[in-house]
């Protein structure tokens, strides 16, 4: 496998309480840590993560995990004005699938970097056919199962 796009929901169900995506977000963020598992994300991720903890009145949570993403993860991208337009493409034949504007900016930024594919919760992403959604859960329990980091 080689570097996948790491979407806000891992590190967030990672660092949350309780959920069925818990236990396999913490492993992927321990793979990244660890260096056996090639992430980017960029900087509309972190954006994601201040908004959702500011929205919650936990502020200081939400400038710990934004600060823990930006140590772990060693690629973090801008957002450019060519991201934006192809962001707006991929929306207008997306959105009205069920893709968010926030998730077609990801893509876009993906594809604008050679990046394929994306871990991620979002089934949504399964609507998009120029990218491949991998799941947490299923990374997890292969990685479990050889006891080496996923494929």
């Known amino acids: 496998m080689g570097k996948v796009f790491l979407d806000v929901n891992i590190p967030m169900y990672a660092g949350g309480k309780g959920h069925p995506y818990k236990e396999s977000c913490t492993w992927i963020m321990a793979e990244v840590a660890e260096g056996r598992l090639k992430v980017a994300t960029d ?6 993560i ?13 400038v710990a995990m934004a600060n823990a993403v930006m140590e772990l993860v060693p690629e973090i991208y801008p ?3 060519a991201d934006i337009r192809r962001a707006v493409n991929l929306f207008q034949t997306y959105g009205p699938k069920g893709v968010t504007a926030r998730d077609a900016l ?3 930024v993906m594809m604008n970097k050679d990046l394929n594919e994306i871990l991620s ?6 609507l998009i056919k120029e990218i491949k959604r991998l799941d947490p859960k299923t990374l997890f329990r292969q990685g479990k ?4 980091p996923p494929p």
């Open 43 to 48: 900087t509309e991720v972190i954006q994601e």
């Open 79 to 81: 957002v450019n004005l």
């Open 50 to 62: 201040l908004y959702r903890y500011g929205a919650i009145k936990l502020w200081e949570t939400g």
């Open 145 to 148: 199962t050889t006891k080496k």
């Open 121 to 126: 919760t979002d089934s949504h992403f399964d």
């Open 106 to 108: 990801h893509v876009a």
